[in-house]
């Protein structure tokens, strides 16, 4: 493969809602590129993209799949990226190293809610935007209705480029708005086409278009501007001139037809794509900071290679593939470079192109482009590579937070380590998902962002790295404190041979303020007790918190005082201090009207207007308290606060009372008095 400069290549995440057709649309530009010689199929598994083993046995996508063809002389990266809310972080990974992103409709269903997602991110992170209406052979393909309420609920500017002529099964032909010309395929799935010029009605359609368009492109640029107004039109080649300008300006967002599985259409999007599509020349730098953290523009035409880790994935029998987009300079195979991130040196072994599992090796790529390399010693997603004189760091991926937290347990002893090994692996590979062994409960919990993205993760431990799991709700953290003063004294007293253990300990505790912890002194006067043995009491103390007085949780926001006490000049010892304060403590607060303390979690909960009142009710149900309601286009954003209790399986309960299209986002807020029937219930469950 030869290689391609920066304004040679267009990088392209290929987004939507799942079941919209974006693994066939990349699958027909790989053919009409030449890479395959014909389609793959996604219910035989035999996709370029789909080639994971869990991808081909649920017949979805579940991993962002790099992938390249050569198209009028340009180079197009495209990243398919998955289409279920729960592989979120799969589209963001893609979207950091993309120049703008082809979103995938299907003209049956028209909106849904990825689109809505992968919109709202492309515009946060301010990535361009082309969109695709596909499926238009199926049966209720609206290609009308569709275009009208994309306009409404996204933008007036989308603008379509090419026109479905009789869609529906059986279609087969486009109206070529920019050409004037009637596009008729050929209805073997070869791609083939015939060009007639646009006659009659459709004649009249395309001028009232072209208008448009020539309008929409003249807005971009303010000579073109009055050229339009001087002349009330522009000349084709003006407007071509004036087409890329105003892409990058985004005052029209390109619109196009296509049925995927036929290969209808495909060919005409990839032909603006190269001729008019972003390229990472057309970005303005990107930025990022040096070794001092001061910030610096990189841009492609900068000397000093910048590279930046996408994604890691390990693949049976090759090893753990780096993936990376170079952002300035050049990498070459067999090179050294700088992991700024982990502040080691890198020997870079081959250097691959990829076409999902197809590699082909590379001597160089150059700024703008995309590729792998395999076996880096210690790279890891996020890191940034460099010159090891010129040191920068790019900026992270910023990933959502998971909404879906479970328990896993391990069903065969001694096989801590694999599971240990296998969550790290798949952290490393999917930075979307969080592990931790919790301090408080001592579950090993999971976090993801959904029921599904679990799902998988427990299949790829199992089958991967044999280990069999289950995954149960994780136990609630609960804390214990107190609600009124108290004092005790308690002497512990052991004889029974040899040296004895005596120690006699007088406490005060009294409630503290919430989030406050433990605050532990002493007001000792006299000798009674040896100020030696004060840590002993605090040990004490300490340990009787952790074991908690009425359901085993641990002890919060409690004042104790050791105040007095008696000691025994032989039988007086640091363990028998530790014995007496942990008892006198655990007896104090027992008379101190003990209570159990919940956490409660701040839910961001976005969802249709039209369903803002079902949620808001279940909210009601699961003890929620509504704070606020926001508006966000045609959505309603929900902020209020509800106990961890009732959160457990919340997104799938979302998700149904939405038919999909609520999202939400929690974090901890605090924690409040459990209710008193729930407290009983804690309680009996732990002498039960």
Request: glycine fraction near 8%.
């Amino acid at each position: 493969m030869k290689t391609f400069k920066a304004n040679d290549i267009r990088n392209v995440a290929v987004v939507g809602h799942a079941g919209s057709g974006k693994t066939m649309l990349c699958e027909s530009m790989l053919v009409c590129g030449g890479n395959i010689n014909r389609l793959g199929s996604i219910e035989a598994g035999t996709t370029t993209s789909d080639f994971h083993e869990d991808e081909q046995a649920h017949g979805m996508s579940l991993h962002e799949t790099v992938l390249n063809v050569e198209w009028l002389d340009k180079k197009l990266n495209i990243l398919d990226c998955p289409g279920y809310l729960d592989f979120i972080g799969e589209t963001l990974s893609a979207y950091r190293v993309s120049d703008f992103a082809l979103i995938v409709i299907n003209a049956a269903h028209g909106i849904e809610v990825g689109t809505d997602l992968v919109w709202d991110f492309a515009n946060q992170l301010n990535i361009p935007k082309m969109v695709v209406v596909n499926d238009l052979d199926k049966e209720h393909a609206q290609f009308d209705e569709v275009m009208a309420k994309l306009r409404d609920h996204f933008t007036p500017k989308l603008f379509p480029l090419t026109l479905p002529i009789n869609p529906g099964p059986g279609f087969n032909k486009l109206l070529d708005v920019m050409r004037s010309e009637v596009v008729t395929y050929a209805d073997d799935d070869s791609g083939k086409y015939e060009e007639t010029a646009a006659e009659g009605d459709l004649k009249d359609k395309v001028k009232a278009y072209h208008a448009e368009l020539i309008e929409l492109v003249a807005g971009a640029d303010d000579q073109l501007m009055e050229k339009f107004f001087e002349q009330e039109s522009l000349s084709e080649e003006e407007m071509r001139a004036g087409l890329h300008k105003a892409l990058l300006a985004e005052s029209f967002i390109p619109v196009f037809c296509v049925s995927a599985k036929h290969d209808i259409g495909v060919a005409r999007l990839m032909d603006f794509i190269a001729k008019y599509g972003f390229s990472p020349s057309d970005h303005p730098g990107t930025a990022g900071k040096n070794s001092d953290g001061d910030e610096v523009e990189i841009k492609s035409d900068n000397q000093d290679p910048v590279a930046f880790v996408f994604k890691t994935a390990d693949e049976a029998h090759a090893g753990q593939f780096s993936f990376f987009r170079v952002y300035s300079g050049e990498l070459n195979a067999g090179s050294e470079i700088y992991n700024a991130t982990r502040g080691c040196h890198e020997k870079l072994g081959q250097l691959f192109v990829m076409n999902g599992k197809q590699r082909e090796s590379v001597n160089k790529l150059c700024a703008g482009d995309i590729g792998a390399t395999i076996k880096l010693k210690d790279t890891h997603t996020g890191n940034t590579l460099c010159d090891a004189k010129s040191i920068v760091h790019l900026p992270l991926i910023n990933y959502p937070s998971p909404n879906t937290v479970v328990a896993v347990t391990i069903e065969n002893k001694g096989d801590e380590e694999r599971l240990a090994n296998g969550l790290a692996t798949l952290k490393e590979e999917d930075p979307s998902l969080e592990y931790l062994v919790h301090p408080e409960t001592h579950q090993t919990l999971l976090s993801g962002q959904g029921e599904l993205h679990i799902r998988i993760i427990k299949e790829t431990l199992e089958k991967r790295f044999r280990v069999v799991v289950e995954m149960e709700a994780p136990k609630i953290p609960f804390r214990e404190t107190i609600r009124s003063k108290a004092d005790t004294t308690y002497r512990h007293k052991k004889q029974s041979g040899g040296a004895g253990q005596f120690a006699e300990v007088w406490l005060r505790v009294a409630p503290n303020d919430r989030g406050s912890g433990i605050e532990f002194k002493h007001s000792l006067t006299g000798q009674n007790v040896d100020r030696g043995f004060v840590p002993s009491v605090e040990k004490g103390v300490n340990a009787a918190c952790n074991e908690g007085i009425l359901a085993g949780c641990r002890i919060v926001d409690v004042k104790v005082d050791f105040y007095d006490g008696k000691m025994h000049s032989v039988d007086s010892s640091d363990i028998a201090f530790q014995i007496a304060g942990k008892h006198a403590f655990q007896e104090a607060l027992k008379k101190a009207q003990p209570y159990i303390l919940e956490p409660i979690y701040d839910l961001k909960i976005k969802v249709p207007e039209t369903l803002t009142g079902d949620v808001m009710s279940d909210l009601s149900g699961r003890r929620g308290v509504i704070e606020g309601l926001d508006t966000e286009g045609h959505f309603q954003v929900i902020r209020a606060k509800a106990p961890q209790l009732e959160l457990y399986n919340y997104t799938s309960t979302l998700r149904a009372l939405t038919g999909g299209r609520g999202m939400f986002s929690q974090s901890f807020s605090h924690y409040q008095e459990l209710p008193s029937h729930l407290q009983q219930k804690a309680v009996k469950q732990r002498e039960d």
